[in-house]
């Protein structure tokens, strides 16, 4: 699908390009928090945000535009955890969201500028929080997202973040999966669910009622992304009569394309960007093997060119910017450094440093993620990423870590990976692949997952592995299965249904068994469980029970023959904490080697950073015991004609 680097080519560029041995990094390195990062500018464009350590947890420090590092004042003060997410709402007026223990319920805070005021604007026990709107025109308002009245559907309300006054504007009837409001802040479009098909209701006005323009499969996407700058038309990301997802604008009316503003014969296209000062659409954001523009708009061509000229060697994003849309915010990034943060000022011309995210990890000892593509045994091309330590006079023969990741409708991404580079630091090469089901490459690939727990999905891992072990790249015999989420439940997989494949797994955060998941789900997933039945299987038909029971690894612990390291947040709404303890209580009646580390103050993975230490110390330690390092060199294997 995209150009193949095959074995032989890269076993050629990785043998001559790679310098002696980098220094070894500790593990703290990698998983810390920054010094600084997420910088955003005021609406004004003279104030700078960013988050920092304080108490060991990320909160938000303002400082004038300009002015020294010391004259920033600290204005949140959380000391449990750190903060999700934040921007401005004003120019006095900061507005973040956290959780509790990884409970994912969560509340939305207000912070002011003077540092004087932090107050929870929504503090609902076990309720969940999402932004509707921000809202931009309206300095003291939001719309807002809550299951206060039915933990399992979300209603709409404005909230006054001065008064914390807060009043109901659309009540869902029980099927609104989502809410999209025009450039005036109205809510003029819903999507709507009941597991199987969607339907995309529009209105003229907020006090009309909704009516229906098309209903599809949940198989079909028509994701409506914003109105038109009449706020008349739609602008959507859609599949319907095409495999790939393009963005087209959709007339209200009819229901029907008005015209087809970017699509890609080899991915979906889902994010497009807009001028909201001068009222144009600006970019297409492409992702094939690596992250790209396509430019919309000339201005906003040239202001990329001009700032990917004196900023060569990295990706370049624009990450905020005032109202007036004069004074910017750049990020730079590649797949060996975290980048840093710019100041723009487009009147001017004038670029100037912020900050480096990472400045303790030199570059140059980090290591080159090369996009990849194997056949998987059907077929079907599996695009991915290969990591190998530098250092090497020959990239083969090498302990290896499989990387499959979580989601499992999600995709693994070139750039930096704290994961991936910390592996490779400690020797070994890393394999992360894009199996069926991974989004962005069309509807016919992420179907061809539905019910493949376990079977094709682990197929196209299982055929990764055997194509680095062909090519000479993988050590047979050292060879490890990590991952989180779907990625744990692939890592189980891997280490059940092909157990003489892997030397050890990691499964962090993983399923173990499809019925009690699906039985646990949090309660606002409960609208989507009957496409869930569709994509992963229903308990209640005899058929797909049987195969949900054979393809659960905690009722088939009696091939596994490798050690396991399971690590697991004790308040996970996702993946509940039984689907590890009954995994690990499997394992022990059957004297299989486990490892088992829970953490009471996490969810969904660990954010606290001294449990990410622990967690990932215990893991090199654990990998270290089981399939060694660098330093144990096997004799090369050679390729015949068939298997380059």
Known sequence: MFKKLWAIVLLVAVSTSLPAQSKKYQVQDFFRN????RFQISPDGDMLSYLAPWNKRMNIHVRKIGAADETAIRITSLSDRDINGYFWKNNGSLIYIRDFGGDENFHLFLATTDGKTEKDLTPFKGVRVTITDALEDF????LVEM???????FDVYRLNIKTGDLKMVAKNPGNISGWVTDHKGAIRAATTTDGVETSLMVREKESDEFKTLLSTSFRETVQPLFFSFDNKNLYVSTNLGRDKQAIVLLNTETGKEENVIYEHKEVDVSDLGFSRKRKVLTTVGIETDKYDYHFLDEETGKMYARLKAELKGYRVALTSHNR???KYLVRTYSDRSLGAYYYYDKTTDKLSKLHDISPWIVEDDMCEMQPIAYTARDGKTINGYLTIPRGLKEGR???????????????DSWGWNPEVQFLANKGYAVLQMNFRGSTGYGREFWESSFKQWGQAMQNDITDGVEWLIKTGIADRKRIAIYGASYGGYATLAGITYTPDLYACGVDYVGVSNLFTFMNTIPPYWKPYLQMMYTMVGDPSDPADSAMMRKYSPVYNVDNIKCPLFIAQGAKDPRVNKNESDQMVEALKKKN???????KDNEGHGFRNEENKFEFYSAMENFLSEHIGNMSEQRPVLKMSPAER
Do not use: Q
């Open 324 to 326: 007036n849309e004069d």
């Open 397 to 411: 023969n090498l302990p290896v870590v499989i990387n499959p990741h979580g989601g499992p409708w999600a995709r």
């Open 147 to 153: 299951n206060k009245d039915n933990p399992e559907v």
């Open 139 to 142: 300095p003291d308002e939001v």
């Open 592 to 598: 299989v080697t486990v490892k088992y580390m829970v």
């Open 34 to 37: 920054a010094e600084k990062t």
